[in-house]
């Protein structure tokens, strides 16, 4: 791997102690960091090399999925660490930095490779590309790249005006725009799933699939991030990015040498095939809603307009759900669902792909436990990729039909995270799992009529009960195309004898 010099913005922050320096670290055990390896950490904290050394030690302790325990290679990889006070707004601080940078290249005998973190708030990426620039920085005899944590814009006009700032100082190629759903295990082996197996190109078609459910609920509410979240709402902190990158990720079909440049390429084919749909109309196809006060594992919570920091008046959305369309020959007709939403019943993201009814013959009849075929891609708490299919149990007369789970990914054990993955990917040049700009700016052009006819209130905000799984009409959106959520842990109406196992059936998934 290629000498890099990781230079980080927001050093002291956050997301670096969560999840960026027990990334770099695991990379580190893994032996997966260059040799040639220096971190410069930035932030306006007056530390020295030495205290930031410590505050690194301490997040590998907390936040490390391998905990950190051998301390003498967590000694060998902090010796690696130096940090710079530096106001994002001063130029003078950055020329400082460019030659403590130098002289590191230099008394390494390296080539100027630079790799710019920016874990700062998204109002300061501009001024710190530009400064990144002026101060020549960014002017190696190396490569340079950017990686840049979202939210990438408010909506798509700003996104637009941050992607030309920003490109007037990193070329397209150069700027790794984190997306840490892309990062995912799971979702990264969706490509090879395809790829590598004939049958399911075969079936990733309308021919064979019903509908497609992308779900990503989570059981804590706005926590912290009160001031954060009151102005995203679940539209733009998960819908925009993280849901439509699922999206995208489910919905291409990959040739078998697939390069960067051709998944990225199938994905903004997909963002431009999906219907659009007018403001007025959005009320049809997508369903706001907040939590109201209720019970998470039998602790009861407030509700969103009660929490710390958030007006009682707030109409922001804490759960979005949406039927799209995607218009290509491949996918016209299917319904793809998608929802999110905060203070629901689980912690749960996943897809699930139900194809289409098998054809009935007379002798059949679907009491007796017959299921679609369901290809189940669990992607968090839990990983795993199953496939649903019926069979039949041994007994007088044949049995009864009885749908199996076949896991699809055995042995996939101890996986990276996704930080891990991505920051990986990014030192050696690879972007494959990152979003590109046209990527970003499609969702955005998407998501901004539902922006409008949210700010306009031509939407209902649907109070929802904390501890559920949203407003019922999130239920009635896939009711009308006769469908109806999978997995959620209650029983569906069905017959008394197959109510009870389907019923144990669901709370177990
Ligand atoms: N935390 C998380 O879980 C997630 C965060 N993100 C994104 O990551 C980014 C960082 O978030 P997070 O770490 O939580 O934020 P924090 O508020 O914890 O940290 C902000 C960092 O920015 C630095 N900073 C702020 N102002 C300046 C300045 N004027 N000059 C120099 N440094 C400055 C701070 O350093 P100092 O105080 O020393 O100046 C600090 O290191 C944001 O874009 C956020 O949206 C994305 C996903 C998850
Ligand atoms: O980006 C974000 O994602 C998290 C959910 O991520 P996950 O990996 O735990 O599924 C969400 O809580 C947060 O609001 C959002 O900003």
């Given at each position: 791997m290629?000498?890099?010099?990781f ?10 102690k969560r ?40 997040s590998l ?5 391998r905990?950190?325990?051998d301390?003498?290679?967590?000694k ?5 660490f ?10 003078d ?9 130098e002289g ?7 080539p100027?490779?630079?790799l ?7 109002e ?12 020549g ?13 979202k ?9 637009r ?18 997306d840490?759903?892309?990062g ?8 090879s ?21 992308i ?5 804590v ?10 102005h ?7 819908f925009?990015?993280?849901m439509?990158?699922l ?7 990959l ?18 095939s999906?219907?659009l ?18 019970s ?5 919570v407030v509700g969103?307009?009660?929490?710390p ?6 109409m ?9 369309l ?6 016209r007709?299917?319904?793809?669902y998608?929802?999110?939403g905060?203070?629901?019943?689980e912690?749960?993201?996943k ?9 009935k013959?007379?002798w ?10 369901l290809l189940v ?8 990729i ?17 749908p ?8 996939q ?15 050696n040049?690879d972007?494959t ?16 009529p539902?922006?409008?006819a949210?700010e ?16 019922a ?18 029983p ?18």
């Amino acid at each position: 791997m290629e000498p890099t010099t990781f230079i980080m913005f927001g050093a002291t922050g956050d997301l670096a102690k969560r999840k960026i320096y027990p990334a770099l670290y695991n990379l580190y055990v893994d032996g997966k960091l260059p040799q040639a390896f220096t971190l410069f950490g930035l932030g306006r904290r007056e530390w020295t090399d030495e205290s930031f050394r410590i505050n690194v030690e301490q997040s590998l302790h907390q936040f490390s999925r391998r905990g950190a325990k051998d301390a003498e290679s967590v000694k060998a990889f902090v010796r690696a660490f130096r940090y710079s006070v530096l106001d994002i707004g001063r130029e003078d601080d950055y020329r400082k930095l460019l030659k403590l940078v130098e002289g590191r290249e230099n008394e390494l005998s390296i080539p100027s490779n630079r790799l710019f973190y920016l874990s700062v708030g998204p109002e300061y990426f501009e001024t710190i590309a530009a400064n990144i620039q002026a101060s020549g920085l960014g002017s190696a005899n190396g490569w340079k790249r950017l990686v840049i944590e979202k939210p990438f814009g408010h909506d798509l006009r700003s996104a637009r005006d941050l992607n030309r700032k920003l490109s007037q100082a990193f070329a397209e190629e150069e700027i790794y725009r984190i997306d840490h759903y892309l990062g995912k295990p799971v979702v990264q082996r969706m490509e090879s799933l395809q790829q590598t197996n004939p049958v399911m190109q075969a079936l990733w078609t309308n021919r064979y699939i019903s509908n497609v459910q992308i779900t990503a609920l989570e059981s804590v509410g706005v926590e912290e991030r009160a001031g954060y979240y009151d102005h995203v709402g679940a539209v733009r902190d998960m819908f925009q990015n993280h849901m439509l990158q699922l999206l995208m990720m489910t919905a291409i079909h990959l040739p078998h040498d697939s390069s960067s440049e051709k998944v990225r390429f199938k994905k903004k084919k997909v963002m431009e095939s999906l219907e659009l749909v007018q403001k007025e109309d959005v009320g049809a196809s997508v369903i706001r809603g907040q939590y109201s006060e209720g019970s998470i594992q039998g602790k009861p919570v407030v509700g969103y307009a009660s929490e710390p920091g958030i007006a009682p008046s707030s109409m922001n959305d804490t759960f979005i759900a949406a039927r799209l369309l995607i218009d290509n020959n491949d996918w016209r007709g299917v319904p793809f669902y998608i929802r999110t939403g905060k203070r629901m019943k689980e912690k749960s993201t996943k897809i699930v792909v139900e194809f289409k009814e098998p054809v009935k013959q007379p002798w059949m009849k679907i009491e007796e436990g017959i299921e679609p075929n369901l290809l189940v891609i669990e992607i968090g708490p839990e990983e795993s990729i199953t496939l649903q299919i019926n069979t039949k149990e041994p007994g007088p007369n044949g049995g009864r039909f009885k749908p199996i789970r076949i896991d699809l990914q055995a042995g996939q054990a101890d996986s990276p995270e996704a930080y891990e993955n991505l920051i990986g990917d990014a030192l050696n040049g690879d972007s494959t799992f990152f979003a590109h700009w046209d990527e970003v700016e499609l969702s955005w052009q998407w998501v901004q009529p539902i922006l409008d006819a949210f700010e306009e209130n031509l939407v209902p905000l649907l109070p929802y009960e904390a501890g559920t799984y949203g407003p019922a009409a999130s239920d009635a959106l896939l009711a009308k195309d006769g469908n109806h959520w999978w997995f959620d842990a209650k029983p569906e109406p069905k017959s008394e004898v197959n109510e009870g196992e389907r019923y144990a059936y669901n709370a177990n998934h």
